[in-house]
């Protein structure tokens, strides 16, 4: 609202508008169908606060249909803008008042609620860490295990990958079309 206020007028000449500045969300909340300029009974508009109130009238379409009056409509914009400015300002003192009573009280409840998470928080510290010392002393015996089976299954891999390369390169040595040093055949 402090940045700019979206409208709709209508074809009536009434103003439409939310507390949000959304031309989409006017739409939706008026039930309005968003079909091509020249089949709709309204138009999307928007004002600019100035320090001396409202900017120029910006109308957000292409073109603008035959019942559109800028003056006369721009005229309404401006006093529902206006009306809805005033009531914004105490607005917007209200949501200060009640944005300073919020923190103050989340603020007060904050030390209690710290001393009862560390109430609760130390005995599951205690249990953790009694918990912790069989848990790593598992988890390294585990791991010793581990890697004793992963250095000797790469062993056995080896040992196996060697006797199979040697037996391919055996058999492919007696093929017609091999060429020394390659291990494909030739085409």
């Known amino acids: 609202m402090c940045d700019f206020f ?7 000449h009434r ?19 968003d079909t091509l300029l020249h089949g709709r009974a309204w138009v999307r508009v928007e004002l600019r606060p100035t320090a001396e109130g409202w900017g120029p009238l ?9 019942w559109w009056d800028t003056v ?14 005033a009531a914004w300002a105490p607005f917007v003192a209200a949501r200060a008042a009640g944005q300073a009573t919020f923190e103050t009280t989340c603020a007060t409840a904050w030390a209690p609620y710290e001393a009862a ?13 009694a918990a912790w010392a069989p848990y790593d002393a598992a988890a ?5 295990t581990y890697d004793a ?9 080896e040992v196996t990958r060697a006797a199979a390369l ?3 390169e055996t058999v492919i040595r007696t093929m017609d079309g091999y060429v020394p040093g390659e291990r494909t055949r030739a085409s």
Do not use: K, M
Request: aromatic share 6%.
């Open 149 to 157: 089976a992963c250095v000797a299954a790469w062993a056995t891999s």
């Open 15 to 33: 103003v439409l508008f939310t507390e949000e500045d959304s031309h989409e969300t006017i739409i939706a909340r008026a039930g309005l169908t």
């Open 166 to 168: 040697a037996t391919y």
């Open 72 to 85: 006369t409509d721009g005229d309404r914009v401006r006093v529902v803008a206006d009306r809805v400015r």
């Open 6 to 12: 979206s409208a709709i007028v209508t074809r009536d």
């Open 140 to 144: 390294v015996a585990a791991w010793a």
């Open 58 to 66: 910006v109308v957000e379409e292409t073109t603008t249909p035959g």
């Open 117 to 129: 998470r560390a109430a609760a928080l130390a005995p599951f510290e205690t249990a953790r860490a």
